[in-house]
């Protein structure tokens, strides 16, 4: 019987931890983290910007792209230039990331660019698997690749990063390495 009893006590404990964990799911649901950014420097690339933005937040609950309202200070700024796309984090859903012509040039498929340099922003690193079902494989993909959406692996990821607020370490992130 001690068996039966130190299993129940066990259940119980279990029952207890289950019930912990989903009180702060809901707690963490209630509190959807909101970062706003800013294209107003993203030149020809507003609208693309945004669509990035949009894709995000049609995958992901624990945290919301938003426009920055005025006078407020974004938490993202997207600017464009004639380099590389790439991404520069001051912390978890801070910094700046560049639409970069380069690649418009070469033909990689815009809103893809622009949905994956937010994932850095979100805390995501590049991973260069050659798959344009990954976001986050960026110019390892095809140039032919159109996915612009996060799957649901890259989306749990970032769900997972905003819930527990994970730190995430200033760095710079390019969209074609150095060759
Ligand atoms: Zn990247």
């Keep these: 019987m001690a068996l039966r009893r130190r299993l129940s006590t066990l259940i119980l404990i279990a029952a207890a931890l ?4 989903l009180a702060t799911a809901g707690v963490a649901q209630a509190a959807v983290r909101v970062l706003y950014y800013d294209v107003s420097q993203a030149q020809e690339f507003q609208q693309v910007a945004r669509q990035g933005a949009l894709n995000w937040n049609s995958r992901v609950t624990n945290v919301r792209l938003e426009p920055v309202p005025a006078g407020r200070t974004p938490n993202i700024r997207v600017y464009a230039d004639n380099g590389w796309p790439r991404a520069y984090t001051q912390s978890l859903g801070n ?5 970069g012509r380069q690649a418009v040039n070469e033909g990689y498929y815009q809103p893809r ?3 994956h340099e937010f994932g850095h922003l979100l805390g995501l690193p590049d991973r260069r698997t050659g798959l344009c079902s990954d976001l986050m494989s960026g110019s390892s993909a095809p140039v032919s ?3 612009a959406f996060p799957n649901s692996r890259e989306a749990t990821e970032v769900n997972n990063r905003f819930a527990s607020l994970t730190s995430a370490p200033a760095r710079e992130f390019v969209w074609q390495p150095a060759a």
């Design 113 to 115: 660019i622009s949905t």
């Design 95 to 99: 910094g700046y990331w560049i639409m």
């Design 145 to 147: 690749c159109t996915n």
């Design 18 to 21: 289950v019930g912990a964990q």
